[in-house]
């Protein structure tokens, strides 16, 4: 009877042993992964050598994805290439005789400052129909506040005609100067006597002018001198067929 007992205690513990062996291979089969968080971040952040693709699995890639119409924007755009054959058809035409008409003429102003208008204008009078080394000349020994401003508005106008529009820097000229009204600036107040006040407001105003290729000055002074000449009538031996120059108003005696 004990034998027995015995036997049946053995195979019941045997039993509960062989159980809990299969539930803790169990609970290590189920929480044991494969997983590593150290090797998925050396795989996705890590540095790798990425293999050159040929020009042909590129053309290739680039054919199917046109086909499936998932082009790149940058695929859209127009190639370098594109631009070059567009250049040399642009340079053939000009060597045919299509040329781009030339600008004539070069615009440029100063920005708002504050001053007058009527005193600014005094100064564009100075400088219209003048060349521009002349001008320059005229702002640079003037006693006016905005001669300095003006001048240096002269010297970049006349750098930019000559290096954007290709103009002869000798030979320009300031063909137009012109005054133009400002915003005017906040109010102040200006205290006076006797418990009074007035309001003072500044104005503001800017100089515009435009260049163009003229005579300069030697050419004016030849052409002026041979003006002078041709009205001067020598008494010469023939009579000359020519209308009297000067004629004087009433008799000469």
């Not at 952040?45 to 040929?54: A, Y």
């Not at 600036?185 to 515009?208: A, C, L």
């Not at 290729?213 to 020598?234: D, F, H, P, Y």
Request: proline fraction near 4%; hydrophobic fraction near 35%; charged fraction near 30%.
């Amino acid at each position: 009877m004990q034998t027995c007992l015995r036997t049946g205690a053995l195979a019941r513990s045997a039993i509960l042993n062989s159980q809990a062996g299969s539930s803790r291979f169990q609970i290590s089969r189920t929480y044991a992964s494969g997983f590593n968080p150290l090797g998925w971040v050396r795989d996705k952040v890590g540095v790798q050598v990425k293999e050159k693709q040929t020009k042909e699995e590129i053309e290739a890639a680039k054919k199917q994805a046109a086909e499936q119409g998932t082009r790149s924007v940058f695929d859209v755009q127009p190639t370098a290439l594109a631009k070059a054959a567009k250049e040399d058809v642009v340079q053939e035409g000009v060597k045919k005789g299509v040329k781009k008409a030339q600008p004539k003429e070069h615009k440029y102003s100063t920005a708002n400052f504050k001053m007058s208008h009527r005193k600014l204008n005094m100064l564009a009078r100075q400088i219209s129909g003048k060349p521009i080394d002349w001008a320059i000349l005229q702002m640079q020994f003037s006693e006016k506040r905005a001669s300095t401003r003006i001048m240096n508005m002269l010297a970049t106008a006349k750098d930019h005609a000559s290096r954007y529009k290709h103009l002869e820097r000798s030979k320009l000229v300031v063909s137009e100067a012109w005054v133009t009204k400002g915003p005017r600036g906040p109010r102040k107040i200006e205290p006076r006597g006797r418990n009074h006040y007035g309001v003072r407001q500044h104005p503001n105003s800017k100089i515009s002018v435009v260049l163009r290729e003229g005579k300069t000055m030697e050419e004016k002074k030849a052409e002026q001198r041979q003006k002078i000449l041709k009205r001067i009538v020598s008494a010469g031996v023939t009579r000359e067929d020519v209308p009297l120059r000067n004629p004087a108003p009433t008799w000469c005696w």
